[in-house]
């Protein structure tokens, strides 16, 4: 095996993590520090400003499906390098905003790149590029995102703060053209496109088995969408992925947990450092143990963490305890990683030849519901007053995902089936 055989994969699963990294997490993650200067800037209020969000995640997920076709027919580099473009100028442009209009016909834009540079394009990739270590691979892609967060956090937060919001969405451009552009331009559809094979392809009949269906996967599509639709494995993977939605966004309440229990600044600002942090050892953590238990078994115990940690938070409300409250908040980030690799692994276990096509149809429609997810958890803690009703509510929903994981092993997308 030559030595670019070997490395060249993951060079492409790097890739494929960093324009997540730049084209999506760069708005959906950074952009809450430029909101209150975005309001004065508009002279509107905190509420309207926040709707970027929606507009993006919605913008997003309608153009899921769109990407999840096009990418077999339009050349990858050509997609990827004009998403991170378009997201750099986006940048720019907000950069010098004061119009309401403009502001969201941006966030449209922002969106619709999301979806050529997201999730669905990154899974399909990254499944063409690996026939062993899939699983590694999707955390790696993952925890890359992660990483790119955390360096770029502190950055932008101290250019706002001590130069003016304006400089750091400068940097935010910058950042996205020198980080998205190599990373375009290094990601390949597949392997063959550049005489290789998928990694960990060894035997002639292996690799003719891998083209034979690489090539009918690219020809089109297998299935229709009905097919899929009506299929007993998307309503598996709909409702775990529902069910991943609204979890994952639990962590955004965190200062408010920390501010209800008066758990201290410390408390505040260490609860989202912490989950961070976690995210760069259980991430990996998490694929590696996939590909060696296998997933079926792995998902439960990973779960099983989540569940501990709510417990864990909910003993931090108890008897005050920040020490707690950020010992919590870190293994929390078990749910936070299921909305990334989690979601991707779980599906591709459960469609097979399909995930292409199922997972872009799936993300399409739960991304919008994920939409409304900080609303609900928010409406359930101001009707409950207390955020313990939260941590229940998310431990209830860890029990589903539980329930749905052994419950999936009935329900695996049968292809020839569907063909009959």
């Not at 995640?57 to 309608?62: C, E, P, Q, T």
Request: with cysteine; aromatic share 12%; glycine share 6%.
């Amino acid at each position: 095996m030559s030595k670019k055989q070997k490395i060249y994969p993951w060079v492409v699963d790097v890739s494929m993590g960093l324009l997540t990294a730049v084209v999506v997490d760069t708005f959906l993650t950074l952009m809450g520090y430029f909101l209150l200067p975005l309001v004065k800037s508009m002279h509107v209020s905190l509420s309207v400003v926040s709707l970027f969000y929606s507009a993006v995640v919605i913008a997003m997920a309608a153009t899921f499906p769109i990407a999840g076709r096009l990418v077999t027919k339009v050349k990858l580099n050509v997609l990827t390098v004009g998403s991170v473009i378009i997201a750099a100028a986006s940048a720019f442009v907000l950069s010098k905003i004061t119009n309401l209009a403009l502001f969201f016909i941006m966030a449209i834009l922002v969106g619709i790149c999301s979806g050529f540079a997201g999730l669905v394009v990154q899974g399909i990739v990254i499944n063409n590029w690996f026939e062993k270590k899939k699983n590694l691979a999707f955390s790696i892609a993952s925890w890359v995102d992660t990483l790119y967060v955390f360096i770029m956090t502190p950055i932008v937060s101290i250019l706002i703060n001590k130069v003016s919001w304006q400089t750091g969405f400068y940097c935010l451009a910058l950042a996205i053209l020198i980080v998205g552009l190599p990373s375009a331009l290094l990601a390949k559809f597949k392997p063959e496109d550049i005489g290789l094979l998928p990694y960990g392809a060894k035997s002639e009949s292996e690799v003719k088995e891998i083209k034979k269906e690489n090539t009918e996967k690219n020809e089109g599509p297998h299935f229709t969408t009905k097919q899929i639709v009506l299929s007993g494995t998307f309503v598996v993977c709909f409702f775990f992925a529902i069910c991943i939605q609204i979890t994952s966004n639990m962590n955004q309440l965190f200062p408010t947990f920390a501010e209800e229990y008066k758990l201290g600044l410390f408390a505040v600002t260490a609860m989202p450092m912490a989950l961070r942090l976690a995210d760069l050892v259980l991430t990996p953590a998490f694929g590696w143990s996939c590909d060696k238990f296998g997933a079926r078994k792995a998902i439960p115990f990973w779960i099983v963490i989540a569940i501990c940690s709510l417990i864990i938070l909910g003993l931090a409300a108890t008897i005050k305890s920040p020490i707690l409250a950020v010992i919590g908040a870190g293994l929390s980030d078990t749910f936070t990683m299921f909305l990334g690799s989690g979601q991707e692994i779980f599906a591709r276990e459960q469609f097979g030849k399909a995930f292409n096509q199922a997972f872009s149809l799936i993300t399409s429609i739960t991304y919008i519901i994920g939409a409304f997810a900080i609303p609900l958890l928010s409406w359930i803690y101001e009707t409950s007053g207390s955020f313990i009703t939260v941590l229940t509510f998310c431990g209830v929903l860890g029990i589903l995902m539980i329930i749905i994981n052994f419950i999936s092993k009935k329900h695996v997308f049968n292809a020839e089936k569907a063909n009959n």
